[in-house]
Each structure stands twice: as structure tokens, then as C-alpha cells.
């Protein structure tokens, strides 16, 4: 067994003085047939390589669709939020009401926090 990079696995408890010590770091190929590990107190040392089972690796983030990279570009290429598609009054209207709501609820924070 051979391995390109560090990898977590188990060894075979019947291979272990203490059974409940059996996750490791595989470091890579010791000699003829062994496997250099580490375990979680830091100490080294080499098994068979059958006795070592490298955890399976985690699956990659699946690509997004086409869909979801057009998406993306389209709500990218707009200017701001409302994208032309209310009229100004309305957008200056609900950013007022916003800015009073926000003021509030500060208000409200500081006034609880006595």
C-alpha cells in the first residue's frame, strides 16, 4: 500500500498492546511490506501493510449545473438590488421605512440593556 499524502486510518486491534488506540496517520511505505504510521500522542512506528486500512476518501463537491452558473452571471451583471424593476419613489420609500426600523430596534437594544 502505497500513499501520495497523509491520510487518517485504522490498524487492526490484534496488531495493538491497547485495542482503543487504533486511529492513526499513515506517513507512507516503511519497508518490504510495512507502513509507517503515527498515532495521536505523536509516537511512530511501522505495521504490516495489511494491517492498516486508510479511511475511504470524502467525496468532492459535486460542479455546478449550467443552470446554476447562469444564474449566478444574471443576478452578477445587475447594477443592485431592485435591478430597474421598482420605480425610485417606491425604492426610497422602503429604504426610509428601513432605516426607521433599524433605528428602532437599536433603540429597543440599548433600552433592554439596563
Known amino acids: 500500500m502505497t500513499t501520495s499524502r497523509l ?10 498492546i491497547d485495542p482503543t488506540d487504533n486511529r492513526v496517520t499513515i506517513l507512507g511505505p ?3 511490506g510495512y ?4 498515532f495521536a500522542d505523536g509516537t511512530e512506528n511501522a505495521f504490516p501493510a495489511d494491517a492498516v ?15 446554476a452558473i ?11 438590488v431592485y435591478g430597474g424593476t421598482v420605480p425610485a419613489e417606491t ?7 428601513n432605516r426607521a426600523a433599524r433605528r428602532s430596534r437599536r433603540i429597543n437594544r440599548l433600552r433592554g440593556a439596563r
Open 30 to 32: 516503511a519497508h518490504e
Open 91 to 97: 425604492v426610497a420609500r422602503r429604504r426610509a421605512k
Open 35 to 38: 507502513v509507517s504510521v503515527r
Open 70 to 80: 447562469a444564474v449566478l452571471l444574471g443576478l452578477q451583471s445587475q447594477r443592485h
Open 7 to 16: 491520510t487518517t486510518g485504522t490498524i487492526d486491534t490484534r496488531q495493538l
Open 53 to 67: 486500512t486508510p479511511d475511504a476518501p470524502k467525496p468532492s463537491a459535486p460542479s455546478p449545473s449550467a443552470f
